[in-house]
């Protein structure tokens, strides 16, 4: 979690931006979060870079299950730390929405995500789940993920349904579980 670790984030960040670093604009650059409330505006507040929430439920049920830090910092004081989040004009934060089938994929839960993040300039990512054998969740439909853009869309807002690379190989984001091998299987070069 970067902003757990906010004083390297923000070194890191001055040399990616400095002149005499990279050189790269901080428009280019997002620094994606679970939400770690206290520390949102801090990030704001000493750098120019974009903000990304991982958020992946509308309700405190479902995103304590899905994300353990919501017990700490629920979504009221998440999307509170968004509006105050301080930015350039006519940029926007990106939520981060994983599509799991039957758990928080609904016409209503996307009604109630457009409903939440009315007042916050945003812009939101649709992801497809990548299949991890060790747990029980399926990824939506296309279908189901195209009527959930669908009903955010007609909401007004910018919604991008992102594509995923490597779940053939359990590479994928969100897949960061392998298999364990017994030692015997292990060879050494």
Not at 48 to 77: F, G, Q, W
Not at 83 to 92: A, E, G, S, Y
Not at 160 to 167: D, K, L, M
């Amino acid at each position: 979690e970067p902003l757990n670790n906010l004083e390297n984030v923000l070194t890191s960040l001055s040399i990616l931006t400095e002149q005499k670093g990279l050189d790269l604009t901080g428009r280019r650059i997002t620094v994606s979060t679970c939400g770690i409330v206290p520390k949102m505006h801090e990030l704001g507040e000493r750098s120019t870079c974009n903000m990304a929430i991982s958020l992946h439920a509308v309700d405190d049920k479902t995103r304590d299950i899905l994300m353990p830090v919501n017990k700490i910092y629920p979504l009221e004081k998440l999307f509170e730390a968004c509006r105050n989040f301080p930015m350039p004009k006519r940029r926007r934060i990106m939520f981060e929405y994983l599509l799991l089938d039957g758990i928080n994929d609904s016409d209503a839960e996307a009604r109630e995500l457009a409903r939440k993040l009315r007042d916050i300039p945003c812009k939101i990512n649709l992801l497809a789940y990548n299949q991890c054998p060790q747990l029980p969740y399926k990824s939506s439909s296309v279908a189901r993920i195209l009527t959930f853009q669908k009903i955010l869309r007609d909401a007004h807002y910018s919604v991008f349904i992102r594509s995923s690379r490597g779940a053939d190989i359990l590479a994928a984001c969100g897949q960061l579980a392998g298999e364990k091998k017994p030692i015997e299987e292990i060879s050494h070069a």
